[in-house]
T-cell receptor
Framework: KAGVTQTPRYLIKTRGQQVTLSCSPISGHRSVSWYQQTPGQGLQFLFEYFSETQRNKGNFPGRFSGRQFSNSRSEMNVSTLELGDSALYLC????????????FGQGTRLTVV | GDSVTQMEGPVTLSEEAFLTINCTYTATGYPSLFWYVQYPGEGLQLLLKATKADDKGSNKGFEATYRKETTSFHLEKGSVQVSDSAVYFCALSGGSQGNLIFGKGTKLSVKP
């Protein structure tokens, strides 16, 4: 059974640009959550999607957005990148909402220069 | 709001030493508790979990017991190996947004 796949693994972007990250959950899992990991703030919840609907959202500015497709794959987008957006972005999948035994991908390392 | 506090690292141990990583939590309600492990360059892997008070989670020689009276979920292993070197995260379920809430992580280095 394939795990959670995140692409790309590494990205370098310039301030002001936008970026899109992709996450394919485990087959059969319908809920996808996104987390930002930084040395200073640790792991912070961005948002959760289930059945193509955003269920929950963390305390991040509107520059951070996401969506989920009918096949449960999810993308997150960050517009007008800032240096502080440099982080490891982790995607987690669960069978459904409220299932907290999450399976994480390897993450996308975003560097903003 | 809900929160998790775990001991600061890094923790450096010799192979076969006893490991304890302290974790305490603050939560309304009755959350599930988790330990995740992150190896260098990797995402997080679930190590063990406990869903109610007095439950003991265990996996790969690691153990943690859900202590409601002390709001703790300390991670222990009797004899660590070099391959256990990683960052360990304590987490609880059910944040206000229905998400996992993580501690800051504790980096463990095991020397041969």
């Amino acid at each position: 059974k394939a795990g959670v796949t995140q692409t790309p693994r590494y990205l370098i972007k310039t301030r002001g640009q936008q970026v899109t990250l992709s996450c394919s959950p485990i087959s059969g899992h319908r809920s996808v959550s996104w987390y930002q990991q930084t040395p200073g703030q640790g792991l912070q919840f961005l948002f959760e999607y289930f059945s193509e609907t955003q269920r929950n959202k963390g305390n991040f500015p509107g520059r951070f957005s996401g969506r989920q497709f009918s096949n449960s794959r999810s993308e997150m987008n960050v517009s007008t990148l800032e240096l502080g957006d440099s982080a490891l972005y982790l995607c987690a999948s669960t069978p459904g909402p409220g299932d907290y035994e999450a399976f994480f991908g390897q993450g996308t390392r975003l560097t903003v220069v | 709001g809900d929160s998790v506090t775990q001991m600061e690292g890094p923790v450096t141990l010799s192979e076969e030493a006893f490991l304890t990583i302290n974790c305490t939590y603050t939560a309304t309600g009755y959350p599930s508790l988790f330990w995740y492990v992150q190896y260098p360059g990797e995402g997080l892997q679930l190590l063990l979990k406990a869903t109610k008070a007095d439950d003991k989670g265990s996996n790969k020689g690691f153990e943690a017991t859900y202590r409601k009276e002390t709001t703790s979920f300390h991670l222990e292993k009797g004899s660590v190996q070099v391959s256990d070197s990683a960052v360990y995260f304590c987490a609880l379920s059910g944040g206000s947004q229905g998400n996992l809430i993580f501690g800051k992580g504790t980096k463990l280095s095991v020397k041969p």
